[in-house]
């Protein structure tokens, strides 16, 4: 009995040291969701201008003829961005995002598209080694806090390989968009080539203005794309990063719920083998008593 | 007069909004100024560009513009570029030692493309904080 006793009390003193580390993973990743949050609204001028622009310039040219609009007649191999996180602790956060690449694979495999994995985020790159799977780039180190010089190199990569002529002739793109505190949902979306919408202009709706510009469309465009490229790409890490740090806050509070619940279990139980050990001592110890008194009224 | 609305972001942030009469930038073409009333233009900015914001009963706002464009429709103006610096931000002793390390290591190899970059920075966002450089 004791020894159950004993055994019950380390075990809740280790949960109990459990759920402080959890609890306090959760506030971190609590205070970290705000921020990364503002990050995501601090970008948004600059992914609405540039929209607007890449819109302006489309619009104004009749035909838009640049290397990264054509789409290829026989794309043979596709690149795809899979956006994980650095650390775990984040739940099913990188599980989802690696399930919708390997859907993705499968399509393309489909169609007859070999998929080159480029790889953001130290568990992505360790899924995709532990399996052997050649990765057409890998980066690390700013899951949690992506800088806009990141989305510009790895835009850097997937634009350079898609203008070789044996490159990759499709980019997609697998992050986690960060809707709310509650909401996270994985994305799939290809982003080169850029595709070209005809719209009408609804009524009501102001028309594109006719632009002037400097030096002239071509080269505009020629800048502007990549840069569109770049803003989709830190988009897509910005929205990951909050995500993973809304996951990672959402899995450490259910861990820490459980842990307070485990607790209480453990208590329970230790306070029924408590009171069983005093139960059992005062029956010992009220036989033996009266085993004493039998044996003196006995002698007498 | 009808004032433009302009709006500097850079990807990470914006760094500056608000009205004003006069807008001058500098496109791969030259300088460009911009007035009320412009026609809409879309312009690749230089590397190393400043900008300068001109206000009613105001001082000018300069800043150092590294790189982006400028966009301008029924009187709003935007520049995006891919950092910017008001001059009131610049550290002008860093900026000068930034200057002199990106020439040093240009004189040491003359196709040092990273130092002739960060050179034109520097010397921008001197020029934007008032310096001669």
């Known amino acids: ?300 | 007069m009808a004032k433009l609305r302009v709006g500097v972001v850079s990807p990470e942030r914006e760094i500056w909004s608000g009205e004003a009469d006069m807008v001058i930038a500098k496109t791969v073409d030259g300088e460009i100024g911009i007035m009320p009333e412009h026609a809409p233009v879309l312009g690749v900015l230089v590397e190393g560009g400043v900008l300068r914001i001109k206000r009613e009963g105001e001082s000018d706002l300069a800043a150092a513009v590294h790189g982006g464009f400028i966009s301008v429709a029924n009187n709003d103006v935007s520049i995006l570029a891919e950092g910017a610096e008001l001059a009131s931000e610049i550290d002008i002793a860093a900026a000068k030692d930034a200057l002199q390390r990106a020439q040093a290591s240009i004189e040491a190899d003359n196709e040092d493309a990273d130092a002739r970059l960060e050179a034109k920075r520097a010397a921008a966002r001197l020029r934007a904080a008032g310096e001669e450089v």
């Open chain 1, 1 to 300: 009995m004791g020894a159950q006793l004993r055994l019950l009390r380390r075990r809740i003193k280790s949960v109990k040291s459990t759920a402080k580390i959890t609890r306090a993973q959760e506030l971190i990743a609590s205070s970290r969701i705000v921020k990364a949050q503002q990050r995501m609204q601090a970008a948004v001028p600059y992914e609405r201008e540039i929209t607007r622009a890449v819109t302006g310039v489309v619009s104004n040219t009749a035909s838009v003829d640049h290397p990264l609009t054509r789409e290829k007649e026989q794309p043979a191999t596709a690149g795809v961005l899979i956006v994980t996180s650095d650390s775990g602790f984040c739940g099913g956060y990188n599980a989802n995002v690696l399930r919708e690449a390997e859907a993705l694979r499968g399509l393309l495999e489909e169609r007859g598209i070999r998929a080159v994995p480029f790889v953001v985020g130290r568990k992505g790159v360790t899924w995709h080694t532990f399996r052997s799977r050649e990765m057409g780039g890998r980066w690390e180190g700013f899951s949690r806090r992506p800088a806009y010089a990141d989305a510009k190199e790895i835009a850097g990569v997937l634009i350079d390989s898609f203008k070789e002529e044996d490159g990759i002739d499709e980019i997609h793109v697998v992050y986690t968009e960060f809707v709310s505190m509650l909401t996270q949902n994985v994305i799939v979306k290809r982003i080169l080539p850029l595709e070209v919408e005809e719209a009408e202009v609804a009524p009501g709706e102001a028309i594109p203005p006719y632009f002037e510009f400097e030096p002239t469309a071509g080269d505009v465009l020629n800048s502007l794309l990549p840069r569109y490229v770049e803003s989709r790409i830190f988009n897509a890490l910005l929205q990951s990063a909050a995500s993973e740090e809304a996951s990672r806050r959402r899995a450490m509070k259910s861990a820490t719920d459980n842990a307070n619940e485990l607790i209480g279990v453990f208590t329970r139980q230790m306070n029924q083998a408590r009171q069983a050990e005093i139960t059992q001592e005062i029956s010992e110890i009220v036989g033996g008593a009266n085993a004493l008194a039998d044996a003196a009224a006995g002698k007498e």
